[in-house]
């Protein structure tokens, strides 16, 4: 069955962009234009169908997953496992020092230029990686599908890919598994060719967290306004499968799905407009939090107080939620997750069992907690939870300031 759904070197520099960082296998359209725009995968409801990513298994195994201990170090929870099924790596063994390869989506949205940097430190503390080779997609999936031909003909040691979308990648993945070990991690592919897919508990349990708080804070008949990158990224997908779950069962009411591209203008665009025409909207649901503040903007624009609202573990909504007191929770999709493919290409080539599925933990961040993520040393599109403190450079390869 395949797995749910969910030439540069080290040292090249990163370009600051302001762009999202998610595409799709389809066009983006905005779900009120277009109900259809997910494919049929069960029956329909007040927000239309569900989408074809959606697996009610993987779901009730990752919202369980929410309760559960992780396994490993308690000071490093890129290298923990929620309920790992590990694999045999012993025929991948070999002796080093290595080449490990990197087949990147992209860096064009501040989430992924810090993990970039927080895997490119990692490397820094491994004397046994020889060689570190990277390549960057750029958003393009025949971008990528070529440079991972470029990187299986480069003769890697192992091959670590950040899909720039699910179904279309999928072939260049099977193609390279056959050549050497893969590990995958961040979006997933349709096979489970790879070694290990790593990803923290995933879309449904993000979605999740913040349709629950919205169910929770918003009364009864309230609007809802759900605000989507694009479509055909799975943890995005499933994000809104989850919620779309959470809301169709609440008495709530979803006056919109809208698809941003991740663009703090046009966000703020479609949020005026809801308010506009709607007169009142009562909460604001996120499948990515890059553009929250931009959103809060809007209903101050129009002299309304910001509605319950969710967001991400980025400084600059972790910092309008404090001065602001705003009611809003943050689900995360922890940047340190870049850390532990690096990790875990290095326990296969030495022969060592990895899981299958590296599920790591994922924290939400609420009202209690706030205090413990807010970095003032570190910029507004800093993401809280890059487990890059430890890592040399910090915080100033990171963009901020020490003391």
């Known amino acids: 069955m395949p797995r749910p759904s969910p030439l540069v070197h080290a040292a090249v520099a990163l370009t600051m962009l302001a762009a999202a960082g998610c595409t799709s296998d389809r066009p983006a359209t905005t779900a009120s234009q277009a109900p259809d725009a997910s494919s049929s995968a069960g029956p329909a409801a007040g927000t239309g169908e569900q989408s074809k990513f959606f697996v009610q298994a993987d779901y009730d195994a990752q919202l369980a997953m929410r309760g559960q201990a992780a396994q490993g170090p308690a000071d490093k929870p ?14 991948h063994k070999k002796d080093g020092p290595y080449e490990i390869c990197f087949s990147n989506a992209a860096v064009n949205n501040p989430w992924r230029q810090v993990g970039w940097r927080s895997m490119q430190a990692e490397v820094a503390l491994h004397k046994d990686i020889e060689k570190f080779t990277a390549l960057d997609a750029e958003g393009k999936d025949d971008k990528q599908i070529s440079d991972i031909a470029e990187l299986q003909a480069k003769g890697c040691d192992a091959l670590i890919i950040s899909p720039n979308t699910t179904a279309t990648l999928t072939p260049a993945v099977k193609g390279a598994c056959d050549a050497l070990p893969v590990i995958v991690f961040d979006r997933g592919v349709e096979t489970d060719c790879p070694v290990t897919f790593i990803k923290p508990i995933g879309g449904y349990a993000f979605g999740a967290d913040a349709a629950e708080f919205l169910v929770e804070k918003v009364p009864a008949g309230g609007k809802i306004l759900a605000l989507r990158i694009s479509p055909g990224v799975d943890v995005l997908e499933t994000r809104w499968s989850a919620a779309k ?8 009411e979803v006056a919109g799905v809208e698809f941003t591209d991740g663009d703090a203008a046009k966000s703020k665009g479609i949020v005026s407009d809801y308010i506009q025409r709607h007169g009142k909207i009562d909460g604001i649901w996120m499948d990515a939090g890059a553009t929250a503040v931009a959103v809060a903007e809007a209903f101050e624009d129009a002299g309304l107080p910001v509605p319950p609202i969710t967001g991400e573990d980025q ?9 602001d007191g705003l009611t809003a929770i943050a689900p995360t999709y922890p940047t340190y997750q870049w850390r532990t493919p690096i990790i875990a290409a290095l326990k296969i080539l030495k022969g060592e069992e990895v899981p299958e599925v590296w599920n790591l933990p ?14 003032p040393n570190m910029p507004p599109l800093h993401y809280a939870l890059c487990g890059c403190e430890d890592l040399p450079g910090f915080p100033e390869n990171w963009g901020g300031k020490k003391g």
Request: no cysteine.
């Open 362 to 375: 994922q924290p939400k961040i609420t009202q209690e907690t706030l205090d413990d993520y807010l970095q």
């Open 315 to 323: 400084q600059d909504f972790l910092r309008k939620w404090k001065d």
């Open 78 to 91: 890129w290298e923990q496992a929620i309920d790992p099924k590990m694999v045999d790596t012993a025929t």
């Open 245 to 252: 779950v959470a809301f169709d069962a609440s008495e709530l």
